[in-house]
């Protein structure tokens, strides 16, 4: 099983906290499943730009930029594992500027469920305060691309030590890492209502501009034609839709 961990944090190796929490998470998932294989990628590893808006994503399906930063290989890498663990530090009251970069440039995804049954676990770091705020946008953010979010881990490090302590946060860490393993096998459990709506608006909105466009002789947006193309349009809800994913992928 392979488990990919973006860590959104600019601090380096053994200065960053968030960096550090997401290792452990990952030495608490790898014992319990011996045979994970673990990749964890921080920003230098990671150059992504900020989106320019020319919204080619939704309406050709491609991002022009993607042939100039790590962006397109950040994508392969996501799609390609069986697990993502997504960690941010909290700047500014929020995730960080690297990890909103990397949620921008993939907002096509959240119009087509790109991800759809992806288990994710999410963790946000900070100093003060601002954790839960972080780790909820962020989850709410993987959840509308059809992610199966296990658990949210909203941390706070301790003064300047770079060690999170307390029993509290660890149990809540070993917690995690079983629905991760949970979600993994029970994907359908862990999609969210706030998908599930998103998924039920945007079905209605794509199918009436099917129709007008249709009777205009106008072609669709990329964005609709995948949506059909991948049969979400036939589903009455996202758990129907993984479900025949499932079918289509055994
Ligand atoms: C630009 C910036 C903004 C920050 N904003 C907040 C904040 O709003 N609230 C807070 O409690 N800590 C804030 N912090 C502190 C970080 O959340 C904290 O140092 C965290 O450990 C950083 O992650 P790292 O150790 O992985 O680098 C901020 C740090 C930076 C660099």
């Known amino acids: 099983m392979k488990i990919l961990a973006l860590v959104f944090a600019a601090r380096r190796e053994e200065k960053s906290a968030t960096l550090r929490m997401t ?6 998932i790898g014992r319990r499943c011996p045979d994970a294989a673990f990749e964890v990628l921080t920003m230098s590893e990671l150059p992504v730009q900020a989106c320019v808006g020319c919204k080619s994503c939704f309406l050709e399906g491609f991002c022009p930029q993607d042939g100039e930063d790590g962006m397109a290989e950040l994508r392969r890498k996501v799609k390609d594992c069986d697990a993502l663990i997504a960690a941010t530090p909290v700047y500014m009251c929020s995730v960080s500027g690297w990890c909103k970069n990397f949620l921008d440039r993939c907002a096509r995804w959240c119009h087509v469920f790109e991800l759809l049954g992806k288990p994710c676990l999410v963790l946000s770091v900070t100093a003060v305060s601002g954790s839960e705020r972080a780790a909820a946008y962020l ?29 509290k946060a660890r149990a809540a860490m070993e ?54 193309r991948r049969g979400l349009m036939g589903c009455a809800s996202l758990r129907e839709a993984l479900r025949q994913k499932g079918r289509a992928e055994a």
Not at 23 to 28: F, I, P, R, S, Y
Not at 208 to 213: K, S
């Open 23 to 28: 290792n452990e998470l990952c030495g608490m």
């Open 139 to 167: 989850s709410e953010c993987l959840e509308v691309m059809g992610c199966a979010v296990a658990a949210r881990l909203p941390l706070q490090r301790q003064g300047d030590g770079l060690v999170i302590g307390g029993e």
């Open 175 to 228: 917690s995690a890492a079983d629905s991760l393993l949970d979600a993994v096998g029970h994907p359908e459990q862990y999609l969210s209502e706030l998908a599930e709506g998103q998924f039920q608006s945007l079905r209605q909105s794509y199918r009436a501009l099917e129709t007008f466009r249709t009777l205009t002789g106008q072609s669709c947006p990329d964005e609709v034609n995948t949506f059909r």
